[in-house]
């Protein structure tokens, strides 16, 4: 089972970099908050992981294929 995201709208601050550097995974909703396009388009798993990393507030979580929250730090 692939990777998936999830976004917290409640965290997000709309920098725009996950929508920039993955605009195939994320995009803006109507309130310019982040969230993930569903279902995740397959992309390499560390590349998903080291954009969730780059999010500025930490509002990216990352599912294993298991449905498991990776860790991050
Ligand atoms: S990188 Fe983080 S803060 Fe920036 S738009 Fe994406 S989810 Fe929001």
């Not at 605009?23 to 279902?39: I, K, N, Y």
């Not at 590349?47 to 294993?64: D, E, H, K, M, Q």
Request: aromatic share 6%; glycine share 8%; net charge negative.
């Amino acid at each position: 089972m692939p990777h998936t995201v999830s976004v917290d709208k409640e965290i997000c601050i709309s920098s725009g970099k996950c929508v920039a550097d993955a605009p195939a995974v994320f995009r803006f909703d109507d309130d310019e908050l982040a969230e993930a396009v569903d279902p995740t388009p397959t992309v390499d798993d560390g590349f998903l992981v080291a954009v969730a990393r780059n999010c500025p507030s930490g509002a990216i979580t990352v599912y294993g294929g298991q449905g498991e929250p990776i860790d991050l730090d």
